[in-house]
């Protein structure tokens, strides 16, 4: 009677009980209710992930009921697939060139040329069709022998075909991620949704362009000092950026409601000349400092092509110019998506310290190759005082980059006592999903269930929202986790029942 008696009581505690959860490497990050509900969940997720062979369509099952909080490492025109774009194709009256696969932006005069083909025409073309997806995503990449490229161009020559109609139909593929994101219960995106406009190289411009990559701050910025001035008084160049923070007001004007929350990141392109990298930067931060919606800046591209290993430094104390004269901008960069291989060693040891210690990176996409950064114990400590989020793409990771499984830098950052959150990069390109994602996370980490909670939280708390729409967010959150451990109470509780009865 006693045993019983504790039970109820150490029940009622913990019912009652608001406990600050810690992860297994001891971050304390949010406030969870602990009660019945929370335990049943925790207790029947634990039995999914200590299960040998793991139930990987019972893991989708519940990573797919999830609730996700927010994808902090989005691009726009990489999340939405290639059929989204062939259908805007084909309103446009537009043909694909059958030769290249690419959009024939010339009007309708083509369609009944047989090298350039309708939508239509496409579709009715099985093989031509599976071939299109197979040049404007990765599908199908891996499961059959085929002529293909390396998959870090395959996965970056994509873009080419699909940018530009993306452009044109910002609104539709808002309100399509949208409701994608509702259909996977993920309530906020912080997507990087257009490149800042860029003055290319002019004559004024030039002298940036011709500077050695390896010039100091205090020598670069005097360089810099005199761009940035051209700019304050090019009023050519204001009015485009007053229009481009104009557009992107019109274009998101109508997206937010009780359940889902968009924010905007503008991109550089690193693989541009300097003059253009750092007028895109100007633009941006300008963007930034004028307009709600759009909450940082990022910098977009393969890290590993020739321009931007060339001018990582430049670009880094670029944006550190950038940093000390609008320092409430915050920045997330694509730092060290590299591996052994890629690129020669030297080029792994300093691009996450770069985003760090230079740019002032307050998020890093990837980070990849943390494991060869110079003194990486240093980095990493600092990283972790700082409470630096780092961003974990796991589909794109082990396309582009190889890495993935125990090989994946993700369990040093959670050793380390570094935060995470679960992204999905480009999901249309991959072929993938947020909730994927996290199945990922789960089968091939097995976080605690307080820790896997922790991570969906991080997503919030690391999220370049105001403090204010953080809380907000966060109470959001709170309901939902409490709708799905009730709701996954009742489940287990049911089929107990079901089994107890046969």
């Avoid at 045993?3 to 009581?9: A, D, L, N």
């Avoid at 161009?153 to 609104?171: D, H, L, P, R, V």
């Avoid at 110079?374 to 989020?389: G, P």
Wanted: overall charge neutral.
């Amino acid at each position: 009677m006693l045993k019983i008696v504790s039970e109820k009581f150490l029940l009622r505690v913990l019912t009652a009980l608001l406990v600050l959860v810690v992860s297994p490497a001891g971050i304390a990050q949010t406030k969870v209710i602990v009660g019945s509900d929370f335990l049943t969940t925790q207790n029947y997720y634990n039995k999914l992930i200590n299960s040998d062979p793991l139930p990987i369509a019972q893991l989708n099952l519940f990573a797919n009921q999830l609730p996700k909080g927010g994808d902090l490492h989005h691009h726009y025109s990489g999340a939405l697939y290639a059929e989204t774009y062939l259908d805007w194709v084909e309103k446009k009256g537009l043909c694909i060139v059958k030769a290249s696969f690419k959009i024939n932006f010339n009007g309708r005069e083509h369609e009944k040329n047989e090298s350039c083909l309708t939508v239509a025409s496409v579709r009715a073309d099985e093989i031509f069709y599976r071939k299109l997806l197979m040049h404007w995503s990765d599908k199908d990449f891996a499961n059959h022998f085929h002529e293909a490229l390396p998959p870090d161009i395959q996965f970056f020559s994509s873009f080419q075909y699909f940018t530009t109609i993306s452009k044109a139909f910002y609104k539709d593929g808002l309100q399509q991620l949208k409701i994608r994101a509702k259909n996977e219960n993920l309530q906020y995106i912080e997507t990087m949704l257009a490149r800042g406009p860029a003055i290319n190289e002019i004559d004024s411009n030039k002298e940036l362009d011709g500077l050695s990559p390896a010039i100091s701050s205090e020598a670069l910025d005097p360089y810099l000092d005199s761009a940035w001035q051209r700019f304050e008084n090019d009023e050519n160049f204001q009015n485009q950026i007053k229009n481009f923070i104009a557009e992107i007001e019109s274009d998101t004007a109508d997206i937010d409601d009780a359940d889902f929350t968009l924010r905007v990141q503008v991109y550089v392109m690193r693989n541009a000349s300097p003059s253009s990298v750092f007028s895109s930067m100007y633009s941006g931060f300008k963007a930034a400092t004028q307009s709600k919606k759009v909450v940082g800046l990022n910098i977009v591209g393969p890290e590993n092509s020739v321009v931007a290993m060339r001018d990582y430094s430049l670009h880094m104390k670029m944006f550190k110019y950038f940093k000390n004269k609008y320092p409430d901008v915050r920045l997330s960069l694509h730092a060290g998506e590299l591996s052994l291989g890629m690129v020669p060693p030297e080029g792994l040891r300093y691009h996450i310290r770069s985003a760090v210690e230079i740019a002032g990176a307050r998020r890093i996409g990837h980070g990849l190759d943390i494991m060869y950064e110079s003194d990486a114990d240093a980095l990493l400590k600092k990283i972790s005082q700082e409470q630096i989020a780092v961003e974990i793409n796991l589909t794109s990771n082990e396309f582009i980059a190889g890495v993935a499984g125990q090989s994946h830098p993700v369990t040093i950052y959670i050793q380390r006592n570094i935060p995470i959150v679960i992204s999905t990069d480009d999901e249309g390109v991959s072929r993938s999903s947020i909730s994927n994602e996290y199945l990922l996370f789960i089968s091939r980490y097995k976080p605690s269930y307080s820790f896997l909670k922790n991570t969906v939280y991080n997503s919030i708390q690391f999220s370049f929202l105001s403090d204010d729409e953080k809380l907000k967010q966060k109470k959001i959150l709170d309901q939902r986790f409490a709708r799905f451990e009730k709701d996954t109470a009742q489940t287990v509780k049911y089929f107990r029942r079901v089994n107890a009865a046969d």
